[in-house]
Nanobody
Framework: QVQLVESGGGLVQAGGSLRLSCAAS????????MGWYRQAPEKERELVAD???????NYADSVKGRSTISRDNIKNTVYLQMSDLKPEDTAVYYC????????????????WGRGTQVTVSS
């Protein structure tokens, strides 16, 4: 199996910064796209940013210019550095990875972490 564990969430004042991390472990052969999503209360889960295995990044307009996604392929970890945080960034942040497992190298599977809460106070 494959597990994703997020860390780095918390309470921060508006204008502050946070760095989220998500580490994957388990029966991993390779990881394709890594991404961060968020879900605010009573809202749909939305993409924040993602990064391909070749390093191509994509950002939601709402965070563009304030966030940087990066990955460490040796550690199977994805990071999200967020700055100039706003109250509307408050949400549970989930990481997602597209993984090929050692025991099933022909198929890509989607995995999610359990989420980490980010709260931005005004």
């Amino acid at each position: 199996q494959v597990q994703l564990v997020e860390s780095g969430g918390g309470l921060v004042q508006a204008g502050g910064s946070l760095r989220l991390s998500c580490a994957a472990s388990g029966s991993i052969f390779s990881i394709n796209t890594m991404g961060w999503y968020r879900q605010a209360p009573e809202k749909e889960r939305e993409l924040v940013a993602d990064i391909t295995s070749s390093g191509i990044t994509n950002y939601a307009d709402s965070v563009k210019g304030r966030s940087t996604i990066s990955r460490d392929n040796i550690k199977n970890t994805v990071y999200l550095q967020m700055s100039d945080l706003k109250p509307e960034d408050t949400a549970v942040y989930y990481c997602q990875m597209v993984v090929r497992r050692i025991d099933d190298q022909c198929n890509y599977r989607l995995y999610w972490g359990r989420g980490t809460q980010v709260t931005v106070s005004s």
